[in-house]
């Protein structure tokens, strides 16, 4: 029932996308993996703390290729708060109808006018889980062109070197983010890995965790190696095959959707994948939940 109503609202916003539209009189351009953003609402308080949480993201000018993101009141559209508050479904449900690409929540719902390459979205007017996982949505299949890869990980860096933990909910990624104190955090759920002049790099997600850090959005850290997490009574590291690498990586993209992806989008997400597993170190790490798990699995040298 509950999808049937968020349906039944987005084909509203939908009708209503014009009259919604031309109320959002603040606008915030940033910058998101080099994925240029024009972010327009009508709220204020929310202007602000968009724009304090991506300060390092902003961008003073306004870019010409900007992608248009419209995040309208949900009161606009006489959407009370049980429309997200009784739906527990984490995972995007999609259609396609004329011009358009839909998507419905658990945290918002939203649609890609393809005509005008534009996006429209609707959720709690509040800096919380409606923003990120809209984000977490419309950005990993623009980041494949940049040769980037949204990963459902944490990322850890020691001494400036970033280190990957893969896994299934449940593996162990947010714990071992706890337990890697004192060394930096860039996300325990979502973060990016890139490839820039053959080279292979780790970006803060960016797009709302438990564990991040807003200073550090759009730093980059060289990458030290992967690991698929599993918890264990003692620590130690043991070699993956080339098959497994590659599955355990494919496992470990977030949010492209694979059936909404078309030949050419494809064949670069081979390539990325690929190209990380030949240049990088990529291991199982057995870990004990203690905090001396990073001493007693790197080399020296890597401390």
């Not at 945290?107 to 923003?131: K, Q």
Request: charged share 25%; proline share 4%; net charge neutral.
């Amino acid at each position: 029932m509950m999808d049937f109503e968020k349906w039944d609202a987005l084909d509203h916003f939908i009708s209503a996308k014009n009259v919604v539209k031309a109320r959002l009189d603040k606008s915030i351009h940033m910058s998101l993996h080099h994925l240029h953003l024009k972010l327009q609402l009508s709220n204020v308080k929310l202007h602000e703390q968009v724009t304090n949480h991506y300060q390092h993201c902003l961008q003073n000018k306004p870019n010409t290729d900007s992608l248009k993101i419209n995040w309208v009141d949900p009161s606009e559209l006489g959407i009370t708060d049980d429309l997200w508050n009784l739906d527990a479904n984490p995972n995007c449900r999609q259609k396609q109808i004329e011009g358009y690409n839909l998507v419905i929540q658990r945290d918002f719902i939203a649609f890609h006018d393809t005509h005008n390459n534009e996006y429209f979205f609707t959720a709690r007017y509040i800096l919380d889980d409606g923003l990120f996982n809209f984000i977490r949505w419309m950005m990993p299949r623009y980041l494949i062109s940049k040769n980037k890869l949204l990963l459902h990980s944490s990322c850890i860096v020691i001494h400036e070197k970033a280190y990957f933990a893969l896994g299934p909910s449940g593996a162990g990624k947010t714990t071992l983010a706890t337990l890697s104190d004192p060394h930096i955090v860039l996300g325990d759920d979502m973060n990016v890995i890139s490839i820039e002049d053959n080279k292979l790099y780790a970006v803060a997600g960016a797009v709302g965790q438990r564990i991040e850090n807003p200073k550090l959005f759009g730093k980059k850290y060289p990458l030290g190696g992967l690991f698929w997490l599993d918890q264990a009574q003692e620590c130690y590291l043991s070699e993956l095959k080339d098959s497994q690498k590659k599955m355990f990586l494919l496992r470990s993209i977030a949010n492209i959707f694979w059936d909404n992806l078309n030949p050419i989008e494809l064949e670069k997400v081979f390539k990325i994948t690929q190209f990380i597993i030949k240049n990088s170190t990529f291991k199982q790490l057995h870990f004990q939940k203690i905090p001396e798990v990073w001493e007693r699995v790197l080399p020296k040298q890597d401390l």
